[in-house]
């Protein structure tokens, strides 16, 4: 018997343990299906592009998408000790005031964030790699008119410039690294690797515990207080659904017992598209360089240069929408040629650049392809089912082409590579539909103000929390994974019943 078992060692699950077991009085079980995060190309930055479908990722893949040609879109999502903190690109945003205080959300405003944006454990690193073709992406953006930033979470989001990294000395830091590792050896806290959750068991409309397996073999894990679900926005809406809290009529034809007819499990799924445009080189320069014998050396001897590198060194926030409040378009310039979503291997230098949705209105859902836990969710994110999306992806499309054709790039994106046919509106849309991508952050499944209260605990059952990106009602313009973190930050004050941090006057992001 535990106090508290956690069900998903990611972003937010290696937050709480860590948090929770602070108090020795307190027992915490983490539960993490995957393995203990020992592979290199975790740790070692750039070698994150080598862990797609390896037994750290979970594979999902939409359903077909009706606006994106068909097509069945691949979503990687981490499972291992750090979750997708530990197979991410390591980009360090914060996002908008106005994202959180959007959320209209009692205790979840920016002012409310802010403290523990400022308290939590990530580091955020300026870049030791900087390839030649990421800052000359930024200086094209100038050239195209754009402002400079040095810092997307200072006074102002918009403008162009190098992102700031989860990185601590060269190295990811995961929220495995930062948050378990080093208490590991408490006595109170115990974390279990190999152990899939099935579901979640309830006495009386109470959370009493999980079911998992590890090989096969059937194991139960008893919760005297909670049971905190942590398994991400495609898991955790999942995870209750096999637990009986869902929609009833879905879960009835998938033959699970109903505990609660809960409509709003698995909608309200919300992501960033993302869109591929690529060019080719001949300047022998882009991150092909660092499987030269030079770039191990420079790694092992000082911790710097092509293998730090998180992918996605430069970037920038722009409006693309008269009427847009604040960025709706974000961009992120990767110095390699990516082919086949990164599974293939580059053939040639070159770069991808790429505008991605910051405040989508398609909605999309995760529901149960069958009641086997084993089995993948069906997820469809629906796409530019809105087509006000549609129209600001093809604004941010050709606001790129602009920065493409900027005279810093030239020497960069001389070939096209994966490009439209041409700059209408028509040849835009196309490509939209034919290379849209994921910017792997889901949210909203779970969300506050339907799923689960302002406290993150279920509504309608007893014992069960959610602590995780589905929380989120809407996704925040930037990268989630700072977020998640902020946000099971603050969920451990509310769940030790400590008064919540909150800064007046916190300084914004406008
Ligand atoms: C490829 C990629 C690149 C990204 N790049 C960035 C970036 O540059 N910057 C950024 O800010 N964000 C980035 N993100 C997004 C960010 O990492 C996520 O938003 C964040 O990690 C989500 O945290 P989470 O706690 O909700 O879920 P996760 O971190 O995904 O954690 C869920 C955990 O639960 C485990 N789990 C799930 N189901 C079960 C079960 N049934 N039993 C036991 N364990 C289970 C999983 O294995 C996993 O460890 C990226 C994500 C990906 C996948």
Known sequence: MYDY?????????????????????????????GPPDAKDNIHVPLGFLKLGKTDVDWDYSTAPEPFCDA?????????????????NAMVHIRGNRRDYDGWGIPGWGWDDLAPYFDSNLLPAEESRSNNPMSLAFVDAAVEAGHGRSDDFNGDEQDGFGMYRLTQSGGMRAS???????????RPNLTVETYMH????????GRAIGVEAS???????????????LCGGSYNSPQLLMLSGVGPAEQLTMKEVEVILDQPAVGENLIDHPSVTFVWTT????????????EALTQFEEQQMGPLTSNLAEAGGFVRVQDDAPAPDIQYHAVPVQIVD????????????????????????SVTLGSNDPHAKPIIRHNYFAAERDMDTMIKGSRLLLDIVGQPSLAKYCAEPFTVPAGTSDEDLRKHVARNTVTLYHPVG???????????????????????????????????????????????????????PARREQAPAVV
Not at 214 to 225: C, N, P, T, V, Y
């Open 445 to 499: 499944t779970c969300a506050m103000g339907s799923v689960v209260d302002a406290d993150l605990r279920v509504q309608g059952v007893e014992g069960l929390r959610v602590v995780d990106a589905s929380v989120m009602p809407m996704v925040p313009r930037g990268n989630t994974n700072a977020p998640v973190v902020a946000i099971a930050e603050r969920a451990a004050d509310l769940i030790r019943g400590r008064e």
């Open 175 to 185: 929220t495995a690294v930062l948050y378990v590792h080093p208490v590991i050896e």
């Open 5 to 33: 078992v956690i069900v998903g060692a990611g972003s937010a699950g290696c937050v709480l343990a860590n948090r929770l077991s602070e108090d020795p009085d307190v027992t915490v079980l983490l539960l993490e299906a």
């Open 197 to 204: 959750a099935h579901r979640v068991v309830f006495e009386n």
């Open 71 to 87: 097509r069945r879109i691949y979503l990687p999502r981490g499972k291992t000790l750090g979750g997708s903190s530990s197979i």
């Open 282 to 293: 001949t300047e022998e320069c882009s991150l092909l360089v660092a499987l030269e014998p």
């Open 214 to 228: 590890r090989l096969g073999e059937i194991h139960r894990f008893d919760a005297e207080r909670e049971v905190i």
């Open 341 to 364: 979503e990164g599974l293939s291997d580059p053939t040639a230098h070159g770069m991808w650049i790429s505008p991605c949705l910051l405040q989508p209105e398609s909605r999309g």
